[in-house]
C-alpha cells in the first residue's frame, strides 16, 4: 500500500501509525478526534490536547467519517456467537 491522500488534512500513509487515518504531518490518528467528540469533548479541548490541530482538521474528520458511512457500508458478523 502506498500513501493515499483522503482529503486535504488526512492521509494514510503505511510509514505512519501503521498506515491509519492520520492528520497530515502529524502522528495524530482520525479516529483519536472522532472518539473525542463522540465523548464530548468540545473542539476547543480537543486542539488544546493536540495544538497541532486547528478546527479545519475537526471538521476534515467529520466529513471523512460521514462519508464512509453515505458512501460505503460495513459488513457485520452475523454468526452466532457461542459464549463460553
Not at 13 to 36: A, N, S
Amino acid at each position: 500500500m502506498s500513501k493515499v491522500i483522503i482529503n486535504k488534512y488526512i492521509v494514510a500513509d503505511p510509514e505512519i501509525c501503521h498506515g491509519k487515518p492520520t492528520f497530515k504531518g502529524t502522528r495524530v490518528m482520525v479516529w483519536q478526534v472522532l472518539e473525542m467528540l463522540s465523548e464530548g469533548m468540545s473542539k476547543k479541548e480537543i486542539i488544546q490536547e493536540f495544538p497541532v490541530l486547528n478546527m479545519k482538521h475537526i471538521k476534515a474528520a467529520l466529513d471523512y467519517a460521514s462519508s464512509l458511512t453515505k458512501e460505503s457500508y460495513a459488513i457485520i458478523n452475523t454468526q452466532p456467537q457461542i459464549l463460553a
